[in-house]
């Protein structure tokens, strides 16, 4: 296996290649908004940063469809000016590069759905690619899954790397089992926070509460560099003997 691809599906930096299919994941959009509420004055730079990167992926890559793996708006019970504008102003520019634009439902997407029936588009729970079944991953699907390989985000994995006395966080692609299917779990599109350490933080989606991820592998990424950590348990090990 090259390394980077997983279980058939290409790395390009935080997002993933299917054939012609390009998935990206948890854009939420607005969250400047959210922390300028709560007091945390930052500017609004995250759309501009996720419209370059997203043209630099299409660059390296000859997709002519892309799935939006949930959370592509941030408030949880409302939805503010920067949201609604944003929103809409990325799924013109989604239909404008893209053949086809699929929008899975996230956590966050309450007022989603609603916006993007006004652009002639549908939301959906999950999306099957024969082999690979695309959900957001905070919810497991009533219905048996039949696909080889489920691809999540929700998760916002990241992994912590100590620098002398400096902990600097990058994204990171998790990659193992669930219930004898392939899993994979996605870093978020996002450039406000990297995430969610996994050598710190608990998981939050209910597929990853119910396994270990001691024999995932982690893949992290850094301006399309694609760093192969190997397994967590033999990080962890590192990790504890450093500490020690």
Not at 24 to 52: C, R, T, V, W
Not at 82 to 90: G, S, T, W
Not at 112 to 136: D, R
Not at 160 to 188: H, Q, T
Request: aromatic share 10%.
């Amino acid at each position: 296996m090259n390394n980077d691809e997983i279980y058939n599906a290409k790395i390009v930096d935080s997002a993933l290649l299917i054939e012609d299919y390009l998935i990206i994941s948890d854009l939420h959009l607005g969250y400047e908004s959210s922390l300028n509420a709560a007091g945390l004055m930052i500017p609004k730079f995250q759309y501009k940063k996720i419209l370059k990167r997203l043209k630099e992926i299409l660059s390296k890559t000859n997709a002519k469809k892309i799935i939006v793996n949930g959370d592509l708006k941030h408030e949880f019970g409302k939805i503010s000016r920067q949201e609604f504008k944003e929103i809409e102003d990325f799924i013109d520019f989604l239909k404008k590069e893209f053949e086809e634009v699929i929008l899975i439902k996230g956590n966050h997407d309450n007022f989603t759905p609603f916006i993007a029936e006004n652009k002639g588009l549908n939301v959906y729970n999950y999306y099957s690619l024969e082999k690979f079944l695309v959900l957001h991953g905070d919810k497991i699907p009533e219905n048996p899954i039949k696909e080889e390989t489920i691809i999540i985000g929700h998760e916002h994995p990241s992994i912590g790397l100590r620098s002398e006395e400096r902990v600097e966080k990058i994204k990171c692609f998790l990659k193992g089992k669930w219930d004898l299917k392939n899993i994979i779990v996605m870093p978020s599109f996002n450039f406000i926070s990297e995430g969610s350490d996994i050598l710190q933080s608990k998981s939050i989606s209910p597929f990853l509460k119910s396994v270990s991820l001691h024999n995932f592998e982690v893949f992290g990424i850094e301006n399309f560099e694609i760093l192969s950590f190997g397994k967590l348990k033999d990080i962890l090990k590192v990790k504890n003997k450093l500490d020690n």
